[in-house]
């Protein structure tokens, strides 16, 4: 049998595998080419957003720019936007809200687009005013003594500061030294820092003097503008030919506002500066003269203040913003508060401007919430130091025993800010350092909403700047 040998086809084998090799190349290299053309048009996207965010940041400076010049022209605009050698960057789309009735300030919309890409867009929103001085836990215009406790929020003052407190915020004084008296337990009066004391914010860097001084007599000057404000809004009351006005705020957004026309008995206090006055405090018969609807946050304007033209008596709760002024010394005879959280906490506001003190009673509550920013324009903010041993009366005291169950009280719950003129006080110790008359203890809270959302009309110091900035996702 013959036998015959079978021959492959080397050549022909080698085929498929030739093939499947430039098929893996042929996919990998696709690959390799879609990452590197996926990462061409990331960083093209990447440097067109960087330019269309330099361009919305251009449109803040125009518009910071035309708001120095017009202040009035609230016109949209949109503008190109060039390199320093002409080349288009982008453009941006200026938007100018008017300025609010409120707090005078404006909020500032700016769409920026790359020049290259017109599909890739930049938000920027600000916020620019003058900032409120509610910016500020504490301010005053003289010496201040902050006791024990923790204090919280940035304090100013443009005398000198014995800072005993746990404070947890910046403190300045206009004050390279001052004298300490016997206001700050200083016996015999002696030379002392601007800020100095037991607090710890001088170990951790939070003190700081002596700072630029705050002008009072610069921030006082727009009461006769309010007035005249409120008299063309109809918020206006006129003198009482009685004893003044009592305004209570009220949870539904209205304001009851009562004429004074009898008094308790008068009481007799120390002040702080003339000595012993005889001061009338509380209400013993009243007549309604009008309820008043507040306007609620996103209708604030002209209708949210309310001007006096007489002492004023204020209390109640509200969950809109509000400001009460007065021409003579506001009483605070029971609290002002506003919601403690969700978004009514977020709009209601009170402010307490008066143009001489802003006052706590003797017969004050016991525990006394305060929300509220307070502002005594050329007085202070003040509880008088009664007392109520008829022994000391030897010595020159107005004490009387019908005064004993209020003149030591026990919590001021405070949230907002305080602002006096002359010096500050709701506790008065002797010198063993015991609390003989006011509140033996102060809750603060810094109320950092009314940075930006002061109470309508609240009095406002230095230039314009932006008070909030913040990109908007589109």
């Known amino acids: 049998m013959k036998k015959y040998a079978i021959l492959h086809d080397v050549r022909g084998a080698t085929l498929p595998v030739a093939l499947a090799f430039l098929g893996i190349f042929l996919v990998l290299t696709t690959a390799v080419l879609s990452y590197v053309q996926m990462e061409i048009q990331v960083s093209r996207r990447s440097v067109a957003d960087g330019q269309a965010f330099a361009a919305a940041e ?93 204090l919280k929020g ?52 939070l003190w700081d003097f002596p700072t630029g001084k705050i002008d009072f007599d610069t921030i006082t000057l727009g009461l006769p503008v309010f007035q005249a404000q409120a008299i063309a809004a109809n918020t206006y009351f006129e003198p009482s030919n009685a004893f003044g006005y009592h305004a209570r705020l009220n949870e539904n957004g209205t304001l009851d ?7 308790k008995p008068k009481v007799w206090g120390y002040d702080g500066r003339t000595g012993w006055v005889e001061t009338a405090e509380g209400i013993k018969n009243e007549v309604l003269v009008r309820t008043a609807t507040i306007p609620e946050a996103a209708a604030c304007g002209e209708q949210s203040l ?21 021409s003579a010394s506001a009483i605070i005879n029971g609290s002002l508060t506003t919601p403690a959280s969700g978004n009514e906490g977020k709009l209601g506001s009170i402010g307490i401007i008066a143009q001489n003190d802003v006052l706590i ?57 305080m602002i006096s003129n002359q010096i500050p006080a709701f506790t008065w110790v002797n010198s063993s350092g015991q609390i003989i008359s006011g509140y033996r203890g102060e809750e603060g809270t810094y109320d950092t909403r009314l940075i930006f959302t002061p109470p309508p009309f609240f009095l406002k110091q230095g230039e314009n700047r932006i008070l909030t900035w913040e990109e908007v996702n589109e």
């Open 306 to 326: 309310f001007f006096f033209d007489d002492t004023l008596w204020v209390n109640g709760a509200t969950k809109r913003p509000v400001t009460l002024m007065t």
């Open 361 to 417: 009673p003797l017969e004050s509550a016991d525990t006394l919430e305060l929300h509220a920013a307070l502002f005594a324009q050329k007085g202070h903010l003040f509880r008088n130091y009664y007392c109520s041993d008829e022994k000391l009366n030897k010595y020159g005291y107005k004490c009387n025993k019908s005064y004993a169950p209020f003149v030591v009280r026990s919590t001021i719950s405070r949230k907002g800010t």
């Open 58 to 150: 251009a449109g803040i400076a125009y518009a910071r720019w035309r708001l120095a010049h017009a202040p009035d022209d609230f016109t949209p605009q949109t503008n190109e936007y060039r390199d320093p050698q002409g080349g288009l960057v982008g453009t941006f789309e200026l938007t100018i809200d008017p300025r609010s009735a409120c707090n005078g300030s404006t909020r500032v919309v700016v769409k920026g687009r790359s020049g290259a890409h017109q599909k890739r867009t930049r938000t920027v929103a600000i916020t620019y005013g003058a900032p409120a001085l509610t910016k500020y836990s504490y301010l005053t215009n003289s010496n201040v003594w902050f006791g024990g406790g923790e």
């Open 257 to 263: 506002v009562f004429r004074v026309i009898e008094i």
């Open 154 to 205: 940035p304090v100013h003052a443009n005398g000198g500061i014995r800072m005993d407190a746990d404070d947890k915020s910046r403190v300045t004084s206009a004050k390279q030294t001052y004298i300490c008296g016997a206001e700050h337990n200083c016996k015999p009066p002696t030379t002392k820092p601007g800020i100095w004391g037991m607090g710890a914010g001088g170990a951790k860097g």
